[in-house]
């Protein structure tokens, strides 16, 4: 692949993880600010000392302009690493069409990088957690992600060596069933974190997560469908013969 068909794939990449992005920011405003709302009226119900800090940044500039330069900020970097690694996967992990490729990697990675590490430390709203192990709680977080990454790559690493021997479907069952072992291995050995009040309504946690869990399949599914379908346009591009055809068929 040359460079110029890179440097297209990854302004592709980027302006598809900027579209996602502005989805996700849709779900993320209607279903997640209602809980982090919620959570943060419970944390200031339940506040033991009555002195009133001063807001740095106010909510509703959090939930607004804020909400939405994160969101959109990390479509538009998530989208050009993804549009990088799709060079690196393109024909190297099977023979699939560019927008099937595009669709698996980003099912892929969703997995890998965020259902995994979600499944371990799943997302908490405000009030949930100690201040004094934030720093502990990001790096295990962290460590779930880059070692489901990993494992993630190793698995399709193991699958084509296997796939001569076993078999494309067989050789992907014994890596999909290796990364699942390793991966309760982590799960097991790795420290668990449970630092949700008695008292936290069980509800709102759920939402809350499931709202969390919601954002992230839109950015990365409207992701692996756009990028798809401008990957497939740039890559196999219709031939000009069949299109006048057309057009001379219609104006006839």
Known sequence: MNS???RNLLVRGML???????????VAYFLGEPSVDSAIGFEEAHAHGHEH?????????QSTAGLATGVLVYGV??????????????GRVGRFTARATALLLSGCALLAVYVVPFLKYPANPPSVGEPDTIGKRTTLYFLMMVLSVLLAIAATLVGKQLAPRLGTW????????????????????????NEVP????????????????????TLWGAFGLLFGEAAERLLNPRPATAAAGRAVAASS
Do not use: H, M, N
């Open 4 to 6: 110029a068909t890179v």
């Open 16 to 26: 598809a993880g900027l579209a996602a992005g502005v989805l996700a920011l849709i």
């Open 53 to 61: 800090e001063v807001e740095v940044v106010s909510r509703s500039l």
């Open 77 to 90: 970097a998530f989208g050009g690493i993804a549009a990088l690694a799709y060079c690196f996967a393109l």
């Open 170 to 193: 067989y050789a992907s069952v014994a890596a999909a069933a290796g990364f699942l072992v390793v991966i309760g291995l982590a799960y097991a050995f790795l420290p668990t974190v």
């Open 198 to 217: 008695k008292d936290f309504p069980a509800a709102l946690l759920w939402r809350f997560r499931l709202s969390a869990l919601a954002t992230q399949i």
